[in-house]
T-cell receptor
Framework: ELKVEQNPLFLSMQEGKNYTIYCNYS?????LYWYRQDPGKSLESLFV?????AVKQEGRLMASLDTKARLSTLHITAAVHDLSATYFC?????????FGKGTRLHILP | DTGVSQDPRHKITKRGQNVTFRCDPI?????LYWYRQTLGQGPEFLTY????????KSRLLSDRFSAERPKGSFSTLEIQRTEQGDSAMYLC???????????FGSGTRLTVV
């Protein structure tokens, strides 16, 4: 059974700092997704990573995928308050996407 | 293309009552998924359809839950004899090409009192 683990689950950081969220998964997959969720809202797609070594960047966020290590990272550069949200890693397995528990990110001004 | 629509946005019901939620996917999307999300957790897969065929149901989906997608368009999720543990956000998502992930609706928040 595919399991997706994120760490940390909670992260409080200051504006301007850099940090990385890690996502490990338990079975082979080369399709990985990152979503953002604001409180009380639905999920917004951030990145779709479809091959080993894939790297995608959007603004201050950069995501990468290492399928051999079964690891994806979401790197935040020079964080700003607007990035405060919960970030979910999700992996395709058996024709459906399995989500991690999410990383709740709080950026202090 | 107005995205994935879910109705209602919020539902408060008494324990033991039946509730039904509706999801209208993006029109050209042939796959439709239902997930449940409780506070502080990630979405949990419930079931999915390809066109009108229900292809998989999670073991989380007890016999009190039923989902349909008549004619391969909108879908309904019904919960019979609701329990307090059913309180959650119910998310619908759709996709055309599964590789590119899903588009989620705004969700239906169910509170069972």
């Amino acid at each position: 059974e595919l399991k997706v683990e994120q760490n940390p689950l909670f992260l409080s950081m200051q504006e301007g700092k850099n940090y990385t969220i890690y996502c490990n998964y338990s079975t082979t997959s080369d399709r990985l997704y990152w979503y953002r969720q604001d409180p009380g809202k639905s999920l917004e797609s951030l990145f779709v990573l479809l091959s080993n070594g894939a790297v995608k960047q959007e603004g201050r966020l950069m995501a990468s995928l290492d399928t051999k290590a079964r690891l994806s990272t979401l790197h935040i550069t020079a964080a700003v308050h607007d990035l405060s949200a919960t970030y979910f890693c999700a992996v395709m397995g058996d024709d459906k996407i399995i989500f991690g528990k999410g990383t709740r990110l709080h950026i202090l001004p | 293309d107005t995205g994935v629509s879910q109705d209602p946005r919020h539902k408060i019901t008494k324990r033991g009552q039946n509730v039904t939620f509706r999801c209208d996917p993006i029109s050209e999307h042939n796959r439709l998924y239902w997930y449940r999300q409780t506070l502080g957790q990630g979405p949990e897969f419930l079931t999915y359809f390809q066109n009108e065929a229900q292809l998989e149901k999670s073991r989380l989906l007890s016999d009190r839950f039923s989902a349909e997608r008549p004619k391969g368009s909108f879908s309904t999720l019904e919960i019979q004899r609701t329990e307090q543990g059913d309180s959650a956000m119910y998310l619908c998502a759709s996709s055309l090409i599964i590789n590119y992930g899903y588009t989620f609706g705004s969700g239906t928040r169910l509170t069972v009192v």
